[in-house]
């Protein structure tokens, strides 16, 4: 069992920037590849961002790529989603997750959308035009 906390979130301007923190408490937090996920009124929830084990392999979305940049430090349990060149569309829930990935996997192994197993209660962003 992990317990995820998001913070970060806010109101910022289009063109602004805010970091999402999600720390992280329970099993080893280096076991674990995390993702960012987010969801808007009446959408889809949308994979936005993941980082491997090690943190040497990440996946932006073509939607954030440029513009967003998932980091973790191991150290303080937490996982980070920088986003810069804020868009009204980025206004959403943003969610953290995280997957046990198997050490029998490399550490370099990005879960797909479907494998993470828990998830933060979200953390609300708003741009404003």
């Known amino acids: 069992q992990v317990l995820l906390v998001e913070s970060g979130g806010g109101l910022v301007q289009v063109g602004g920037s805010l970091r999402l923190s999600c720390a992280a408490s329970?099993?080893?937090?280096?076991?674990?590849?995390l993702g960012w996920f987010r969801q808007a009124p009446g959408k889809e929830r949308e994979f936005v961002a993941a980082?491997?084990?090690?943190?040497?392999?990440?996946y932006c979305a073509d939607s954030v790529k440029g513009r967003f940049t998932i980091s973790r430090e191991n150290a303080k349990n937490t996982v980070y989603l920088q986003m810069n060149s804020l868009k009204p569309e980025d206004t959403a829930v943003y969610s953290c997750?995280?997957?046990?990935?198997?050490?029998?996997?490399?550490?370099?192994?990005?879960?797909?959308?479907?494998?993470?197993?828990?998830w933060g209660q979200g953390t609300q962003v708003t741009v404003s035009s």
């Open positions: 329970g099993r080893t937090f280096s076991n674990y590849a």
């Open positions: 997750a995280a997957d046990l990935t198997p050490t029998t996997y490399s550490g370099s192994y990005l879960p797909t959308k479907y494998e993470y197993d828990y």
């Open positions: 980082i491997s084990r090690n943190g040497g392999n990440t």
